[in-house]
């Protein structure tokens, strides 16, 4: 069983910057792909940042040149990060981090991801 945790959510003005950070643990050594993902009230649950077994990236289009996903990982973990710069209020959402084992392309689509953490929120004021 993989055990994912979202961290580093909160509040910042439009135009700042946030860092969010996921832990895989478990039998996380097995996790071949990760992604972030955001969901409003309302609205369906979208795909933000990806990257692959292979270490490639794909983005929203909402959020390139925006936010940077990255990946490391230790003997018993592997972490994800989201560093988000120039944020904007459309950018308010739970994000979510999710993992998965069996990987194709890098995806951004919510169903090509097993094991999901509980979010975290991000607020941006105007």
């Known amino acids: 069983q993989v055990h994912v945790v979202e961290f580093g959510g909160g509040s910042v003005q439009a135009g700042g910057s946030l860092v969010l950070s996921c832990t895989a643990s478990?039998?996380?050594?097995?996790?071949?792909?990760m992604a972030w993902f955001r969901q409003t009230p309302g609205k369906e649950r979208e795909g933000v940042a990806a990257v692959g077994t292979d270490g490639s990236m794909r983005y929203a289009d909402s959020v390139k040149g925006r936010f940077t996903i990255s990946k490391d990982n230790d003997r018993n973990n592997l972490y994800l990060y989201l560093q988000m710069n120039s944020l904007k209020p459309e950018d308010t959402a739970m994000y979510y981090c999710?993992?998965?084992?069996?990987?194709?392309?890098?995806?951004?689509?919510?169903?090509?991801?097993?094991?999901w953490g509980q979010g975290t929120q991000v607020t941006v004021s105007a």
């Open positions: 999710a993992a998965d084992a069996i990987c194709g392309p890098t995806s951004l689509l919510g169903e090509d991801y097993k094991y």
């Open positions: 478990g039998h996380s050594v097995n996790i071949g792909c």
